[in-house]
């Protein structure tokens, strides 16, 4: 990457993490208030049938980045075409009207089908989970349209107004939890009913926002072409992330019917650890994606390469020096988070961070694939996958009735994913794989051989006996994690991290 490059991915990062250390402190405080005041059974429902906007707001990045590529592209070209930018934004906005009503009607045909056939409701509970499915699908569909403008405000590198909106995102939710005893009714669906005004308070903010850029100016003027080719990566793009979060949930939706609403609650309290710690690697690549994106046009495709081996290791380290800590002392910490921990949801929080590292060589790969427009190969293999590990999940589930063994087999379809995703980049865009291997694969490999090592020392060896020692030996881990990786890093990218600390 070039200096200035360096200079505004360091500067985005560093809001990023702030962005991300805020809403860690109210994300884990508002899920503890949650709980306790829905109790595991209602925290149960609401995790099996309200998880489907969850998952998606959780990936709402993601989905944005068929737009980002479109902007980042035009403005990475030599003449930087005003009129080109606001055709993309125009096409964008009626492109994901049409996705969000394809959204409520599969959604609502699925969801109410497994509610009356499949799921696992407690008596007396059936119309407050009828009810959360509906307020999902609203709150989903109000956020599906306001992609563009998440696109919009990424793609012009605006990572403060994001971050900011994104800690009003979490504080709502904060103060949800807090006025649900006053409210004294049905507190599941107060609070189902409560989240469906953070989508629409997001939307409105981000209308009055985005006037502010060029590009933003609504039209009649409609490109046939063009927005055909929005579609097309925007409808792969929108259905590989879908397909994605929804055999999550099918999962999720297994659980409950070989498990009950005890597992969806151990899940959900695994994720929720999920979520927050993958914001270290998804911080980096929404900070990264707008420089990368426009780089595909101003460099040769074996410079660009190397930069998307470079993101994948920072990708990389970034979340494996919490995921170690949170492995070997997830029992304690958990305990600490939240008083009463619902039974395995520690197993199922350790199988979890597993997935998460492995996964966290995902996003670079998409975003190389998208970047040069070529993600339908790439979505129909992953998507192919998950559905066979959804298939293998109820096999297993069926044969040996571990209720843990979801999540094993989740991360080890992720090393799969990562090497069919290596191998079509390879045979598409004539990615090497064998450098892949050589400055990513073998290095980080041996990497998490020496850091599983050391977290298994801590694991026998180190036990905490109160909540300082806890603590200590937590941040000590993680500083011992912290150097393994510098070891680990080239000239380049110790470079950045120095440019991220100096900032």
């Known amino acids: 990457m070039s200096e200035g490059s360096t200079k505004r991915v360091a500067k985005n990062t560093i809001i990023m993490y702030i962005r991300m250390i805020v809403l860690m402190c109210i994300s884990f405080y508002a899920s503890r208030l949650l709980l306790k005041t829905l109790g595991v059974e209602d925290y149960g429902i609401y995790s099996v049938v309200g998880s489907i906007s969850s998952s998606f707001v959780a990936i709402k990045s993601l989905f944005s980045e068929s737009i980002q590529r479109f902007l980042n592209v035009a403005k990475g070209k030599s003449n930087n075409s005003l009129a080109e930018q606001i055709e993309i934004f125009n096409l964008s906005i009626l492109a994901h009207i049409v996705l969000m009503a394809i959204f409520i009607l599969v959604v609502e045909i699925i969801g109410m089908w497994l509610l009356y056939n499949k799921l696992s409701i407690p008596e007396g509970r059936f119309d407050a989970a009828v009810w959360v499915l509906q307020m999902t699908i609203i709150s989903t569909a109000i956020s599906i349209i306001s992609i563009p403008y998440d696109a919009v405000i990424i793609a012009n590198e605006k990572m403060g107004f994001y971050a900011i909106i994104s800690i009003i995102d979490g504080l709502l939710k904060l103060v949800f939890v807090l006025v649900l005893p006053v409210l004294g009714f049905d507190y599941l669906k107060e609070y189902s009913t409560l989240l469906v005004l953070i989508p629409f308070s997001t939307l409105v903010i981000q209308l009055i926002y985005v006037r502010r850029f060029p590009e933003c100016k609504f039209q009649t003027k409609y490109n046939k072409s063009l927005f055909k080719e929005i579609m097309s990566l925007s409808s792969w793009n929108f259905v590989g992330n879908i397909c994605f979060s929804l055999i999550h949930e099918g999962i999720n939706m297994l659980l409950n019917v070989f498990g009950g609403v005890v597992s969806n609650a151990a899940r959900a309290i695994?994720?929720?650890?999920?979520?927050?710690?993958?914001?270290?690697?998804?911080?980096?690549?929404?900070?990264?994606?707008?420089?990368?994106?426009?780089?595909?046009?101003?460099?040769?495709?074996?410079q660009y390469f190397k930069v998307i081996n470079l993101i994948s290791r920072i990708s990389f380290f970034t979340?494996?020096?919490?995921?170690?800590?949170?492995?070997?002392?997830?029992?304690?910490?958990?305990?600490?988070?939240?008083?009463?921990?619902p039974e395995n949801a520690a197993l199922f929080t350790r199988l979890i961070l597993i997935g998460l590292l492995i996964r966290s060589l995902h996003e670079p790969i998409n975003i190389m694939n998208m970047a040069f427009g070529r993600i339908k190969r790439m979505m129909y293999i992953e998507s192919s996958l998950m559905v066979g590990c959804l298939l293998l999940v109820y096999a297993s589930l069926s044969i040996t009735g571990y209720i843990w063994i979801p999540f094993a087999i989740m991360s080890l379809m992720e090393l799969f994913i990562i090497v069919a995703l290596v191998l079509n980049a390879n045979k598409e865009l004539g990615f090497s794989g064998r450098l892949y291997i050589k400055e990513v694969g073998f290095p980080l490999l041996l990497l998490s051989v020496f850091s599983g090592v050391i977290g298994t020392l801590f694991l026998f060896y180190v036990q905490p006996n109160n909540v300082f020692s806890l603590i200590i030996w937590s941040i000590t881990l993680a500083i011992i994690i912290i150097g393994l990786c510098l070891c680990f890093m080239n000239k380049t990218e110790r470079g950045i991290v120095l440019k991220i600390l100096k900032k």
Do not use: D, F, H
């Open 319 to 341: 979340l494996l020096i919490p995921v170690i800590p949170l492995i070997v002392y997830c029992p304690q910490l958990l305990g600490l988070w939240l008083g009463e921990v």
């Open 270 to 302: 695994a994720y929720q650890v999920k979520g927050v710690t993958g914001l270290l690697s998804s911080n980096t690549m929404v900070a990264v994606r707008p420089v990368v994106m426009q780089q595909s046009v101003q460099k040769s495709n074996s």
